[in-house]
Each structure stands twice: as structure tokens, then as C-alpha cells.
């Protein structure tokens, strides 16, 4: 080949690497897979390798590879780059607008029905490129807005960030154009990256906002290259040789020009379809797989933009509708053990309440000890807290650079804190546990759990009275409930308080919420036999589990008469939970209970379950993002043991979309088709 054939070659690759760089970056739908994608990128390298008279700037091969720096240049941008006033509830961005309306009417500006633009603020760091000629000459931070730090080289190893201006044949690039936008780290990616810290002892980032600005003012591009970084294009800055009238116009220009614009980003004649959308980004914040701290509302009109003007640094045509904090810092007081009625211990974070996501949390479980040790969490620490979408709030990780040194590590106690029996930690498990099968705190929680709503859903029997009667001896285990007596309980002793008269008052029980609750037990004896199977509490029978067994034996004395073997020979029971089963029935005080509530009147039959009887037949589920509680796999089990199906992709015949943390590209597609989109919680609840 001669020179310019591999000039020509060489062109053509670059070509064709940015636009399949563009199809899967910024527009996130990719026409080729990663082999024949890296083919072409491996002969361009190569190409280039051997000619590197050849090199350009802008070729996809030049994206990582610079020096390290010893420090940043400080650059100035070409427009100081503003930030933004908040508004903390509707009244005051309603009151922006007016104030909006009042400005434009008095510099003889009607503003009629000034076109507001709403978009998602994304909680990263903001940043300007400058393009001349068509081409990335520099990237900067923000910094104080009039002066940042020149961190092109950064920048450049980020895909969604074009090197060139994407052009139409024949289009000319403007010859400066300076476009601004916010580069993050997508959730997934944040968690990932603060495990790998916290595991190699180092500090972890309190949220996604520090660890993108962290890893873009990082002096080795290679660590930047390292990290997922994307980006949001939100605004055109300074420019020379193009004429926009609007934002909205900006915003069209940057798309077309292969720059990545928020998708949901819309256009509203009024200030309360602007509010709407604003409520509509913090419902579906649980669902984008980055952080977003509010929503933006902007006057689409450059000319009103104009009259409008800046005042201090925020100008008066933009406003930030803020959310609250997903993520918090707080104090870990103290690290507590409770014991379940399975008898796990589980240690559970005891902080100085702070808010989070909108509510102020005090407590977190912390799954087990080596969660823990691996997460380094110590009593005492700062630690950051995160709280997603309906999520049960997590401890992600301590504030190493708070610690004062004397900080020691957390042990599980080595004696149960209900019974004080020495704990033991099985082979190959993670949990700790209480062998006492008498232990107080475990009868008492199976006794709270019999009682649950979706067990057997006994209203008026509270966890404060359980732990009251059982503290009295009256309720010794789960069928003394049903051998109660009105006169046992009419008039007991509640609790104490002291009232404004500085006396004593005892609070006792009354006529009629004995009367409830005893008609509550009541009618808790026509639950059917499965819910009394699940009620029982027998370790590893969930609900899907005591519907499968209660479907294949049909009757109590059949499975407890029945062996591991044969209770594992059921569809969808393992080993694990038939020597679960065999465990409960083999002992002496669970077979004198079973006995006991049969003789109260309980169900421990049941008819054939046929398939069309099963709670979700006939629906199809889509899941999407990490469930919180429970694997792809097991929820996939749970709704096939329902009798639902489960798809990999939405589509027409789906009927709900599962969206757990971070879900990907089908709740969007979900949402397009208006296909029901439910979170862990409801979901959870939906499986019992
Ligand atoms: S517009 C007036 N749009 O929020 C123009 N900013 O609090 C100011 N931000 O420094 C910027 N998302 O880092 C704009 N869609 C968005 C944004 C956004 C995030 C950040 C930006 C800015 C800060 C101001």
C-alpha cells in the first residue's frame, strides 16, 4: 500500500471507529459488538504505529496515553461559567417565575408564555470544552467559574466526550464553540469503585459528585482512563460562527453535533407543567443509574436570557429545583446485635439520626461481621450513608480522614446478648448464631413474626403487647396466643408515663382492644393451611416455600411424617430447606405447638392447588437493576414458584417491570411502552 492508501485507510478507520464510538456512548445503542469493534480500533493502532507522521489529534487512539502532570495549568474560560439559585419547594420556584414574569414586563419584554426548559441537575463535576475549528482543544473544570483547571487530558479518555465536533457533509464547525456540561460516575460504578477502596484500605468517596471531580483532577490520565467517567452536555458557552436563538436550539444543535444530551430534558408552555416535570425527576430518581440532586428550570429564550441578566453569580433565567440528599455523613454511635427468631445475630448500626433521601435515619442494619470488617466500619467512625429511592438505608463506609485513631475493630459477641448462650458461627457461614432453641428474643421475634401481616395477619397483636405477655409468662410460644383469656389480659399493665402533674400514670389495657384482639385471633383461624405453614417461621420457608409444600402434602401429619428425601423431591425444594423442615418437626417443643394450635382450630389441610390458582399465573415479569434483598436468580425462582414467567426484555405481553437499584435500559423501555414499573419494596410484597 502506498502512503497515501494508508492515509486513506487510516481516515476511514477513525471514521468508522467514532461513529460506532458515538452509537454506543452517546446514543447507547451500538450496531456492532466489542470483537469487531476492537478489530478496527487494533488496525488503526497499528496503522498508526508504523506511519505516526500520520497520528491525528483527534484520533480515537489518542485518548489515553498522555504524560502525567506535575500539576494543572490554570486556564480562564472564554465566559465565566454561572451557578445556580435554588429554589428549596414550589412556592418559591413559582415565585421565581413570577419574579421572571415582573423583570421581562419591565424591560418591555412580553413574557406571554415564556417557554421554560426542565432537566435533570446531575450531581457531578461541571466542566467546559472549548472547540476550534471543529476540534476538543481544551477541557476545564469549573473551578471558582472564571478560572479552572486545564484537565484535557482527562477529559479526552472519557467516550461520550466527542474529540471532534461531529459534522453533516459539507457543514463547517463553528470556529469556537465552548461547550459545557456535568461529567459523572454512574452509580454502579461509584459502589463498585468504593468497595475496591474500602477493601484496600482506603478512604471511599461520600458520594458520586467527589468521586467523578476526584478521578478528573487526577494528574495520571491513566486513573481517570480507569473510571467509567460519562458525561451530560447541558449548555453552549462562548462561540464564534454560531447563531442560536434559544436554549432549546442549543440544546438540538449539541445533539445533532454528537454531543450527549439528557433524553428527558423537555420543553413546557407553563410554570406548572415545568413543576410537573420537576416531581416527575424525583419520583424516577430511584430509577437513573446516576445521581441527580434536583431539576433545572430554565427560560428558554436567549433574548429574554439577556434582559434578564446575572446577579452575583447566579444569573436570574435559571433555577435549581433541589431534591434532597441521597447520600449523608453521620456519627456511627455504636454497633447493636439483635437475634432473630431463626437465631441470627444481626448487628445493626446505631447513628445520630441525619437525613437522608428525604427522611432522618438512625439506624442501618449491617448484614454480619464480615460485611463489616470488609467495609472496615468501626463504633465511633464517621460513616456515609446512603438511602435509594425506597431502599433500606446502608452504611456504604467510614470517613477514614475523620478517624481519631482510637477507633477499634467490631467483634460479634461471643455470648448471646438475649440468653447469653455461647454463639457459634457454623462452617462456611457468615452469620453468627445462638443455638438456644429456648432463647427469649427468638421466640419472641417468631412470635412477631407469626403475627405479621403476611403471615398470619393478626391485627391488635402488636410487638410491644407480644413482648409484654411473654414478659409475664402468659405467652410462653406461638399457641399460648390462642389459649388466652379476655380476664388475663383486661386491665394488664402496660406501660408508665409521667404526666403534667409530675404523677405516675399507668397505661392499662382496655375492654375493647382485648375485644379486637381477641376477635383478631379469631379470624386468624380460617387462614389457610400454607399461611400457617409460612406463620410457623421454620427456617429457609418463605411464603413461595410453605405454597409448595402445603400444595404437595396437603396436610400436616403427611410432611412431618415425610423425609429429607422426599420433602427434597418437591419442584423448587432444595436439601437445605428440607433438613430445615426436618429440623423444626424433629423437635419436641414445635411438634407440641403444632399440636396445640390444631386443637385451637387452625388449619393444617388444605385441597390440590391447581397451577391457575397460583397468586401471579398467567403474568409475565421483566427485572431490571440489583435487588437489595434477594439475587436475580432467587426472585426469578420466587415468581416462577408463583406461577409467573419471566422475561429478559420488554415488550408487549409484559406485564411488570421489576426495577431494582440502577436499573438499565428496560425501565426505560418499559416506561416508553407504559408498562407498570414497580420497586423492590412493592415487589417484596407482591411475592408475600
Ligand atoms: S446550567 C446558569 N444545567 O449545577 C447555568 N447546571 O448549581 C448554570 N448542573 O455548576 C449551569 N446539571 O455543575 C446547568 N442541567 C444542568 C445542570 C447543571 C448540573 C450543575 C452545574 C452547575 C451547578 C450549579
Redesign the pocket.
Known amino acids: 500500500m502506498s502512503v497515501s492508501d494508508i492515509d486513506k485507510r487510516a481516515r476511514q478507520l477513525r471514521q468508522q471507529i467514532e461513529h460506532h464510538n458515538y452509537l454506543y456512548y452517546v446514543l447507547d445503542r451500538p450496531q456492532i459488538g466489542d470483537a469487531e469493534y476492537d478489530r478496527l480500533f487494533n488496525e488503526l493502532k497499528l496503522l498508526e504505529e508504523q506511519h505516526p507522521e500520520l497520528r491525528t489529534p483527534d484520533s480515537p487512539t489518542q485518548r489515553v496515553g498522555a504524560e502525567p502532570l506535575k500539576e494543572f495549568i490554570q486556564v480562564r474560560h472564554p465566559q465565566p461559567?454561572?451557578?445556580?439559585a435554588?429554589a428549596r419547594n414550589e412556592e418559591e420556584l413559582r415565585a421565581w417565575h413570577v419574579r421572571v414574569g415582573k423583570l421581562l414586563a419591565e424591560r418591555g419584554i412580553d413574557p406571554g408564555r415564556a417557554a421554560l426548559v426542565t432537566?435533570?441537575?446531575?450531581?457531578?463535576?461541571?466542566i467546559s470544552l472549548v472547540y476550534e475549528e471543529g476540534l476538543l482543544s481544551r477541557g476545564a473544570t469549573?473551578g471558582n467559574?472564571e478560572v479552572g483547571e486545564d484537565v484535557t487530558m482527562n477529559l479526552r479518555t472519557i467516550h461520550a466526550i466527542p474529540l471532534a465536533v461531529r459534522l453533516q457533509a459539507g457543514e463547517q464547525p463553528p470556529a469556537v464553540v465552548e461547550v459545557?456540561?456535568?461529567v459523572y460516575l454512574p452509580l454502579a460504578a461509584f459502589e463498585k469503585l468504593n468497595q475496591e477502596r474500602a477493601a484496600a484500605g482506603q478512604p471511599v468517596f461520600a458520594n458520586p459528585r467527589n468521586a467523578a471531580a476526584g478521578s478528573v483532577r487526577q494528574l495520571d490520565p491513566r486513573v481517570a482512563a480507569g473510571r467509567p467517567l460519562n458525561i451530560?452536555c447541558?449548555?453552549v458557552g462562548y462561540s464564534e460562527g454560531l447563531e442560536l436563538d434559544s436554549h432549546w436550539q442549543a440544546l438540538d444543535w449539541l445533539k445533532n453535533h454528537g454531543f450527549r444530551v439528557?433524553p428527558h430534558?423537555k420543553r413546557h408552555d407553563s410554570i406548572e407543567e415545568a413543576l410537573a416535570a420537576c416531581r416527575a425527576w424525583e419520583q424516577r430518581r430511584p430509577e437513573l443509574d446516576y445521581d441527580?440532586?434536583?431539576?433545572?428550570v430554565?427560560v428558554d429564550d436567549y433574548k429574554m436570557q439577556e434582559a434578564l441578566g446575572i446577579v452575583g453569580r447566579?444569573?436570574r433565567?435559571?433555577i435549581?429545583f433541589k431534591f434532597a440528599p441521597s447520600t449523608a455523613i453521620t456519627r456511627l454511635l455504636k454497633i447493636g446485635v439483635n437475634v432473630g427468631r431463626t437465631g441470627a445475630l444481626n448487628p445493626y448500626a446505631i447513628m445520630e439520626p441525619v437525613a437522608v433521601g428525604g427522611v432522618t435515619i438512625s439506624q442501618a442494619t449491617l448484614h454480619n461481621e464480615d460485611d463489616i470488617h470488609r467495609k472496615d466500619i468501626r463504633p465511633g467512625d464517621w460513616v456515609v450513608v446512603q438511602r435509594a429511592g425506597d431502599v433500606i438505608p446502608q452504611v456504604v463506609g467510614p470517613v477514614i480522614q475523620k478517624r481519631s485513631g482510637k477507633e477499634r475493630l467490631f467483634r460479634m459477641p461471643d455470648r448471646c446478648p438475649s440468653c447469653g448462650s455461647h454463639t457459634v458461627r457454623p462452617e462456611g457461614e457468615v452469620v453468627f448464631r445462638c443455638p438456644n432453641k429456648s432463647c427469649p428474643s427468638q421466640i419472641v421475634e417468631s412470635i412477631k413474626h407469626f403475627v405479621s401481616k403476611g403471615a398470619m395477619d393478626i391485627d391488635g397483636v402488636g410487638e410491644k403487647l407480644i413482648e409484654r405477655l411473654f414478659g409475664l409468662g402468659l405467652v410462653r410460644n406461638l399457641a399460648d396466643l390462642y389459649y388466652l383469656k379476655r380476664e388475663d389480659l383486661v386491665g394488664l399493665a402496660m406501660s408508665t408515663s409521667v404526666n403534667k402533674q409530675g404523677k405516675e400514670v399507668v397505661h392499662r389495657l382496655q375492654e375493647t382492644s382485648v375485644a379486637n384482639m381477641m376477635r383478631a385471633l379469631d379470624g386468624s383461624r380460617k387462614r389457610p393451611f400454607h399461611t400457617v405453614l409460612f406463620a410457623l417461621g421454620i427456617r429457609h420457608v418463605g411464603s413461595i416455600n410453605a405454597r409448595l409444600l402445603a400444595s404437595q402434602f396437603r396436610d400436616i401429619d403427611a410432611l412431618m411424617a415425610a423425609g429429607e428425601d422426599e420433602i427434597s423431591r418437591v419442584e423448587g425444594i432444595g436439601p437445605v430447606i428440607a433438613e430445615a423442615v426436618r429440623d423444626f418437626f424433629g423437635e419436641p417443643h414445635n411438634q407440641e405447638a403444632v399440636g396445640r394450635l390444631r386443637q385451637a382450630g387452625l388449619s393444617f389441610s388444605q385441597e390440590k392447588e391447581e397451577p391457575g390458582e397460583l397468586p401471579l399465573a398467567g403474568r409475565s415479569f421483566v427485572l431490571t437493576g440489583t435487588l437489595a434483598s434477594l439475587t436475580r436468580a432467587e426472585a426469578r425462582e420466587k415468581i416462577e414458584a408463583l406461577g409467573g414467567k419471566v422475561s429478559g426484555s420488554v415488550g408487549k405481553s409484559t406485564d411488570l417491570v421489576v426495577a431494582g437499584i440502577n436499573p438499565g435500559s428496560k425501565a426505560k423501555k418499559a416506561r416508553e411502552l407504559g408498562k407498570k414499573i414497580i420497586g423492590e419494596k412493592e415487589f417484596l410484597r407482591l411475592i408475600g
Not at 461559567?81 to 445556580?84: K, T
Not at 432537566?119 to 461541571?126: F, R, S, T, V, W
Not at 441527580?292 to 433545572?296: L, P, R
Open positions: 461559567l454561572f451557578s445556580l435554588n432537566e435533570p441537575k446531575i450531581d457531578g463535576l461541571a469549573r467559574g459545557r456540561g456535568e451530560w447541558y449548555q439528557n430534558v441527580i440532586d434536583g431539576a433545572v430554565k447566579d444569573p433565567w435559571a435549581a
